[in-house]
């Protein structure tokens, strides 16, 4: 009888060390968030683009990425208390190159387009002198689309800007410095009211110089407004619509990986991404599937072809960590289904 009441205790403290462990084992069990991302904020994000690290093509990383700005706002000032500060996150598409950041608006994969606001960019409504040059690198995957650069406040008379072969840079002629003239927030640039045309130049197509930047001190020129659509609004500066487009060539890798490897993951609901162990080994051979579950696979997320090692969760300390307890508690956990079968 004695024996029998020392057996039965023993399993119930197994039993009582199980239930204490399983919580523990549920949390190693699950499985961490994707590290790559469809979206940024509002804006969908597609291959060749990523939202970070391992996403997207590798020759678009770090050009291209989502940022997190945080935002604390103070109380009201009728609130007695500084309980009442929020703090609200706001996720952005940038383009990143030697002369700033600079977010991205609209992105065309159809026309491999994409469109920037560059915080110096003038418009009617705001104008402002611009403290440095907008400029692109040279080895990155982007080349200047069919925006028109407006120059503004530039040394008079405009006409003399010339090329190295003596061609002018500025289009005499052109309405939208006579319509961009119009708006009161020339003063900005310190121009008067209405200012004379010759302080604008219309400098489409741009070209950058050597360093791959629009220079506007070597030409003289205070600011810059950049527009990519008139719209039905050809002689209305208040309804243009602004910004910079760019070019994007995604070469011949890219395309290949999209057409035979990306469509398919996309379809799966996954986003596609490269290994950040062998991003410089050939894209394809690199290429992975990242699905939500926190999984990655070389296929999509629907045919369930995933590593058969830790590598499974890249580009995340932690995830390597948690498969390993997962395994951990796993072998606990059978040990003691055992002990207590004994």
């Known amino acids: 009888m004695e024996h029998l ?24 069990h699950d499985p961490p968030a994707a590290s790559c991302r469809s979206m940024c904020g509002s804006m969908q994000v597609k291959w060749p683009f990523g939202t970070g690290p391992g996403c997207g093509s590798p020759r678009f ?16 000032p009728s609130s007695s208390s500084s309980t009442g500060r929020k703090e609200s996150t706001t996720e952005t598409l940038m383009l990143t190159t030697h002369t700033g ?26 104008m402002q002198p611009s ?9 990155g995957p982007f080349q200047p689309g069919p925006s028109t650069f407006i120059l503004l406040g530039c040394r008079p008379p405009t006409s003399s800007l010339s090329a190295a072969n003596s061609s002018p840079l500025c ?65 209305d500066p208040g309804r243009w619509e602004y910004g910079v487009a760019l070019k994007y060539n995604g070469g011949v890798l890219e395309s290949s990986v999209e057409e035979t490897k990306c469509k398919s993951c996309e379809m799966s609901d ?17 290429f992975v599937c990242v699905c939500k579950s926190g999984f990655n696979t070389t296929t999509d997320c629907q045919s369930g072809n995933y590593g058969q090692d830790e590598d499974l969760f890249w580009g995340d300390d932690s995830a390597s960590f948690r498969l390993s307890s997962w395994k951990i508690w796993h072998g606990i956990l059978a040990g003691m289904i055992i002990s207590i079968a004994a």
């Open 61 to 76: 990383h770090p050009y291209v990425t989502c940022t997190t700005t945080t935002t604390i706002s103070s109380p009201s």
């Open 131 to 139: 403290p440095s040059n907008f400029g692109l690198d040279w080895p």
């Open 101 to 126: 950041h600079y977010p991205i608006t609209s992105i065309s994969y159809d026309t491999y387009t994409i469109t920037l606001t560059p915080p110096a960019m003038s418009t009617c409504s705001s």
């Open 5 to 28: 009441l020392s057996l039965t205790l023993y399993h119930h403290h197994h039993l009582l060390l199980l239930v204490l462990l399983l919580p523990c084992l549920i949390l190693a």
């Open 270 to 286: 996954g986003v596609c991404g490269y290994s950040t162990e062998n991003h410089n080994e050939d894209i394809n051979d690199s």
């Open 171 to 235: 289009d005499a002629n052109s309405h939208l410095c006579a319509s961009l003239c119009t708006c009161p927030a020339v003063v900005s640039l310190g121009l008067p009211i209405l200012p004379p045309t010759n302080t604008c130049c219309v400098y489409s197509p741009a070209n950058l110089d050597d360093d791959d930047e629009l220079d506007l001190k070597g030409m003289k020129c205070e600011g810059f407004a950049s527009v990519v659509s008139l719209g039905d609004y050809a002689t």
